[in-house]
């Protein structure tokens, strides 16, 4: 084994692979940023909020529409309630409970269970949050998936972290309201280094 990891085409190889994710990660970044125009350019710099502007779907992609104010708001305040365990009966209240975030091992919490914090929700420090960004990953008329970057204070020990918050849509006309159903970390994948 210790000689298939020093051989030069083992080594050739993970290099490629490498460089082609490194390739992918600059294409995938440059298309995030070069692509949200100027209404976004501040997203940054703004402090969090439960209801901030979103990047919208380009036209012509499927049945893609706006994301509704409603869905924004509620993404907001789920991560102000829910994320920062700053307040889970509020948390609870915009929470799906059909989802995994409302389950406790094999069967769904109990409200105690909820106010205890120890939810299946991955949190994030409060009062270490400098800004949010939101993008648009999908937006259908009972479905909304936000991509979240939570960027911290200067001076904190904690680091940023980007998620994805998905929301749906139940009810109808004036009794309809968004709950939500997914806070998932994005999943960064490490690029092996090459010996030598």
């Given at each position: 084994?210790?000689?298939?990891?020093?051989?030069?085409?083992?080594?050739?190889?993970?290099?490629?692979?490498?460089?082609?994710?490194?390739?992918a990660g600059i294409v995938a970044a440059a298309?995030?940023?070069?692509?949200?125009?100027?209404?976004?350019?501040?997203?940054?710099s703004q402090p969090v909020q439960p209801?901030?502007?979103?990047?919208?779907q380009p036209e012509g992609s499927g049945d893609q529409v706006p994301v509704d104010r409603r869905a924004r708001v509620?993404?907001?305040?789920?991560?102000?309630?829910?994320?920062?365990?700053e307040n889970l009966p509020k948390a609870w209240r915009i929470t799906d409970p059909t989802s995994v975030l409302r389950q406790c091992g094999e069967r769904a919490c109990t409200y105690k269970e909820w106010l205890t914090g120890n939810i299946p929700v991955v949190p994030y420090e409060g009062a270490a949050i400098d800004k949010a960004s939101f993008a648009?990953?999908?937006?259908r008329p009972d479905h909304v998936v936000?991509?979240?970057?939570?960027?911290?204070?200067?001076?904190?020990?904690?680091?940023?972290?980007?998620?994805f918050i998905g929301l749906r849509a139940v009810?109808?006309?004036?009794?309809?309201?968004?709950?939500?159903?997914?806070?998932?970390?994005?999943a960064i994948i490490p690029v092996p280094q090459a010996e030598g």
């Open positions: 084994m210790g000689d298939r990891l020093d051989s030069p085409r083992f080594v050739r190889r993970v290099t490629w692979a490498a460089a082609l994710v490194l390739v298309v995030t940023f070069i692509g949200r125009g100027s209404s976004d350019s501040d997203a940054s209801a901030r502007p979103v990047q919208q509620v993404a907001g305040e789920f991560i102000l309630s829910a994320v920062t365990r648009v990953t999908e937006s936000l991509e979240v970057a939570l960027l911290p204070k200067d001076g904190v020990k904690v680091q940023g972290q980007i998620f009810g109808a006309g004036p009794k309809r309201r968004w709950l939500v159903n997914e806070w998932t970390p994005r």
